[in-house]
């Protein structure tokens, strides 16, 4: 198709990359995404779930396999999603977490100067709200903004603080079109069953068909902002509407507990007590954790036009809903 925008993604595997190809191939892109490794355990699952994408292999630490990526798909949008995302891993294997999460930006970004596209291809950076740590000096009370102090507590927050900086810093000395989206916690049924949210789920449908009797969690206090990664992922592609490159906040402006999560999902097989089923392990309780994190989504809503339109009830329901499905199709085969 004449005039047809073309659309990079690195991290296709992940959630949020596959949310983001299924909205930018209706919007009419061509979608390109980046995987790692010619025997990739995910590549069939990609290749069914989104035919449309055209896969291509690279690695972020591997910056001329970043380079060849570019000028094969000559993408007129960059979206950098891929990174050692889990928080608890991170603190395992922290030099692996420094290589992709925070070196694997200045890769990606080096590959679209070096093509010579510095001045033609928009690029989105993943950042997190990870990189605030639960402590803001600013605004007491308040949830964190564009503006707010960072302060990492963990391997993977440090990286990705890295790469936010490194994006200004090349949207500053180059005159790239980089936005970075400061995102908050967003879940959803793509989420990976390492994640606490879809570990929850997951659980959940297997305790209601009788395929488990417990779930092991760690530390069940900590309060986050959590929204739906569909919502968010739209967040993603305005920034790269938006007239001029910058940095934003996607939140829902609201924090709720584990121990929230855990009542609300339980409610949806109709059981009113969590507690018997769930066990607390150490082993899943991190060396420093952060408390609560909130976030102050009032610039994106602003300046983007941006809402969300799943709640956080609505969001429990929905990944419940799709693991009660994929595991009663389970039991049944």
């Not at 994640?195 to 929850?200: A, C, D, P, S, W």
């Not at 659980?203 to 092991?216: H, Y």
Request: aromatic share 10%.
């Amino acid at each position: 198709m004449a005039g047809e925008r073309k659309a990079l993604l690195t991290g296709i595997t992940g959630q949020d990359g596959g949310h983001l190809a299924e909205l930018l191939h209706e919007e009419g892109y061509e979608v390109f995404g980046l995987i790692r490794g010619q025997n990739n355990p995910r590549r069939e699952t990609i290749s069914r779930e989104l035919p449309y994408v055209r896969l291509i292999e690279g690695d972020l630490t591997d910056p001329t396999s970043i380079v060849r990526a570019v000028e094969a798909s000559q993408p007129d949008e960059l979206y950098n999603l891929a990174a050692i995302s889990h928080v608890g891993y991170s603190f395992k294997n922290p030099t692996l977490t420094a290589s992709v999460t925070g070196l694997g930006v200045l890769n990606v970004l080096e590959a679209v100067r070096v093509a010579g596209l510095a001045d033609t291809t928009k690029v989105y950076q993943a950042s997190t709200s990870e990189m605030f740590g639960g402590l803001d000096y600013n605004r007491p009370g308040a949830g964190y903004n564009e503006d707010s102090l960072f302060h990492p507590r963990s391997p993977y927050g440090v990286a990705k603080l890295y790469g936010h900086w490194i994006a200004k810093n090349y949207r500053e000395s180059y005159g790239m079109f980089v936005s970075c989206g400061i995102l908050f916690n967003h879940e959803g049924e793509r989420r990976g069953l390492e994640f606490v949210t879809r570990k929850i789920t997951d659980a959940v449908a297997r305790i209601s068909l009788g395929l488990q009797e417990t779930i092991e969690l760690g530390d069940l206090w900590p309060k986050r902002d959590w929204g739906y990664a569909g919502d968010f992922v739209r967040g993603m592609w305005l920034m790269l509407q938006h007239d001029v490159p910058d940095d934003f906040v996607l939140a829902t402006g609201e924090t709720h507990s584990i121990e929230e999560f855990l009542t609300l999902a339980f409610a949806e097989i109709g059981i009113d007590d969590w507690r018997p089923y769930v066990v607390q392990n150490p082993e899943f309780m991190r060396p420093a954790e952060v408390d609560i994190l909130l976030g102050d989504p009032t610039k994106a809503e602003r300046e983007l036009g941006w809402t969300r339109e799943v709640d956080f009830p609505g969001l429990v329901s929905r990944m419940v809903a799709h693991d009660l499905s994929m595991q009663s199709s389970a039991v049944r085969v």
